[in-house]
């Protein structure tokens, strides 16, 4: 059993930064690959980022307006902890981002058994 609780979000002007944390709780932490995923209004769900169980391997979108270059995954598994950096934010980047656990690395969020709750960032321009 996993428990995740991402923090960080906000507001922030177009071309800032944020940066997510995502602190889990259970012993089997180090065993999950996780993700960060996010939602805007009237969309659907999407991925955004991922890491294997180590951190060694990291993952990003690929898709217009694509993340990749702007955003860094990182996990700390002494702490429990997966973070999401995001800089050079742009408006299309405003959603509820949540992290989320799965026993085996996937863009697909059916693939997940462990959800947080979400964090809204907001990007003004």
């Known amino acids: 059993q996993v428990q995740l609780v991402e923090s960080g979000g906000g507001l922030v002007q177009a071309g800032g930064s944020l940066r997510l944390a995502c602190a889990a709780t259970?012993?089997?932490?180090?065993?999950?690959?996780m993700g960060w995923f996010r939602q805007a209004p009237g969309k659907e769900r999407e991925f955004v980022a991922g890491t294997g169980w180590s951190g060694g391997n990291t993952y990003y979108a690929d898709y217009k307006d694509s993340v990749k270059g702007r955003f860094t995954i990182s996990r700390d598994n002494a702490k429990n902890t997966v973070y999401l950096q995001m800089n050079s934010l742009k408006p299309e980047d405003t959603a509820v981002y949540y992290c989320?656990?799965?026993?085996?690395?996937?863009?697909?969020?059916?693939?997940?058994?462990?959800w947080g709750q979400g964090t809204q960032v907001t990007v003004s321009s």
């Open positions: 989320a656990a799965a026993p085996k690395w996937t863009t697909n969020d059916v693939g997940y058994d462990y």
């Open positions: 259970g012993r089997t932490f180090r065993s999950y690959a």
